[in-house]
Nanobody, 120 residues
């Protein structure tokens, strides 16, 4: 198992920005696709964005053009830059290793997540 530690969440006004970070332990980080997920109160966890080991990306329609996923394999870290935040982006955000054949399939246990709250 890989240990995942998310950070960077907080309270921000609508239209603002946040940058989330996820540090992963273990040598398998470099060869794995990574994803950011979120879970709002009363809703299922959903994939927000994912990135392959080669830098290919995919985004949920709801965040396209506003969020950017990136990775630093030297630091074993994946980032989520979130701009033009909306109240509906309020959720706990998690990162995980994901299947290259199914972005929505997490491959590891979850970390503690980081809370993002967007006030309108």
């Amino acid at each position: 198992q890989v240990q995942l530690v998310e950070s960077g969440g907080g309270l921000v006004q609508a239209g603002g920005s946040l940058r989330l970070s996820c540090v992963a332990s273990g040598s398998t980080f470099k060869i794995n696709a990574m994803g950011w997920f979120r879970q709002a109160p009363g809703k299922q966890r959903e994939l927000v964005a994912a990135i392959t080991s080669g830098g290919g990306t995919t985004y949920a329609d709801s965040v396209k053009g506003r969020f950017t996923i990136s990775r630093d394999d030297v630091k074993n870290t994946v980032y989520l830059q979130m701009d033009s935040l909306k109240s509906e982006d309020t959720a706990v955000y998690y990162c995980n290793l994901v299947s290259i054949t199914n972005w929505h399939m997490p491959l590891n246990s979850w970390g503690q997540g980081t809370q993002v709250t967007v006030s309108s």
